[in-house]
């Protein structure tokens, strides 16, 4: 067979083809293709930053759910005065809630957010905390001290006869203002002040017992101002107020409206011993400043003495009323059944019977009488009742006889 010579290509393969370069060029920051890539940059900012947004309003929303429960525990805490147990106890209760919550969000972004407002609630409510403690701590020591000072001052009362006891309790009253004002590092003029009211509290103490009671007010009220070196404590322009609310208490006291057991007597007597009350120097206690003031007052006491005396009176007329209503159905009952018989016979159940229903009838008449005639004076009552028992009893004896004779 002939030889076939074989061709060799002295040229490159087109797949080993060299760099084939263009005169045009197309940039990727302008133009076409530069709008392309910075819009998809945009695109994705907004995508990632509405995310952001929805995760963030999704953490808040959690969040204020939580808040709603995590404020009760710092209320919880409100009147522990115990600081440390206060933090404590809240930090169980808002670390116990916080991991329940947390781990029911599935979504990262959204539990991260919300595990950091979680943290700075928690310091908030450490803080609160604290300042709620000490709120309590404060207002359980003053409320100690309060009842402590309150209870002595009506023990103090109690012993106006035994000076030498109201003295012992004078000093431990001042002690103990002195207790609490170092307690709670008050200046020395706060100090001053505290023992200055236990002092007045005491002098006005004296002044209900000793100077109200008094044939000379004018004069117990020196001896006592004197006695206690008042001036000391008390500023001479206080005095005429202390005094005032000070009697208007006692008479409020033993003066109120609408109770029968009230002492108007006693309270306009009072009232009158102001008007004539001078301080130790000779002035009244009554002045130009507050004459207006006590003068409304002292119509008030006036005006409800005379309803009070009213009131008096017709209570006093209703129970003699009610007595001799009680009179009447007793006459009624007895006229037709003796209560101690011991006899049982067909008789005296027949008596018991009619007893019964009598007074059963008058108690219906005179109940409909005095309740449509209650302004109508005593002697008229009691001679309308008089007169319906005898109404019923003769009707009823009537019937009797008449059951009889059949």
């Known amino acids: 067979m002939p030889k076939i010579t074989s061709f060799t290509s002295q040229t490159q393969l087109t797949n080993q083809s060299g760099e084939v370069k263009s005169q045009f060029q197309v940039p990727l920051t302008g133009g076409i293709a530069g709008g392309i890539s910075s819009g998809l940059e945009k695109l994705n900012d907004y995508y990632v930053t509405k995310q952001n947004l929805q995760d963030s309003v999704e953490a808040k929303k959690k969040f204020y759910e939580i808040k709603g429960t995590t404020d009760t525990y710092i209320e919880r805490q409100k009147d522990n005065y115990n600081e440390e147990d206060a933090i404590s106890n809240y930090t169980k209760d808002f670390k116990e809630y916080s991991k329940l919550k947390l781990s029911e969000v599935s979504n990262g972004s959204v539990k991260e957010k919300l595990s950091q407002e979680l943290e700075l609630e928690f310091g908030q409510g450490v803080l609160k905390i604290k300042k709620q403690s000490f709120d309590a701590l404060e207002k359980e020591s003053k409320g100690i001290y309060n009842t402590g000072q309150t209870t002595d001052s009506a023990l103090y009362k109690q012993n106006a006869d035994n000076p030498l006891e109201q003295s012992k309790i ?68 206080d005095l005429p107020k202390l005094l005032i609310e000070t009697y208007k208490n006692t008479i409020s006291n033993i003066a109120v409206a609408g109770d029968i057991n009230s002492d108007y007597d006693k309270a306009v007597k009072l009232v009158d011993q102001v008007e004539k009350l001078t301080k130790p120097d000779g002035t009244k206690i009554i002045t130009d400043k507050n004459l207006a003031d006590w003068n409304s007052f002292k119509e008030k006491v006036y005006k409800e003495r005379y309803g009070h005396d009213e009131l008096k009176l017709k209570a006093n007329n209703d129970a003699e009323v009610v007595k001799f209503d009680n009179e ?79």
């Open 170 to 237: 004078e000093d431990q009253m001042v002690r103990r203002a002195e207790d609490f004002s170092n307690q709670w590092k008050l200046n020395d003029v706060a100090k001053q002040l505290k023992i200055n009211g236990v002092k007045t509290t005491l002098l006005l103490a004296d002044v209900e017992a000793k100077v109200m009671n008094s044939a000379d007010p004018s004069a117990a009220f020196k001896e006592l101002y004197a006695n206690k070196n008042a001036q000391v404590f008390v500023k001479d322009q």
């Open 328 to 406: 009447m159905i007793d006459k009624v009952e007895s006229n037709f059944y003796n209560k101690l018989s011991q006899t049982n016979d067909l008789r005296s159940k027949q008596d018991k019977e009619t007893a019964a229903i009598a007074t059963d009838d008058y108690r219906q008449q005179a109940t409909a009488y005095l309740s449509a005639n209650r302004n109508a004076d005593n002697a008229t009552k009691k001679a309308k009742l008089r007169e319906l028992s005898e109404l019923v009893i003769d009707k009823y004896d009537s019937r009797n006889i008449d059951k009889f004779q059949i």
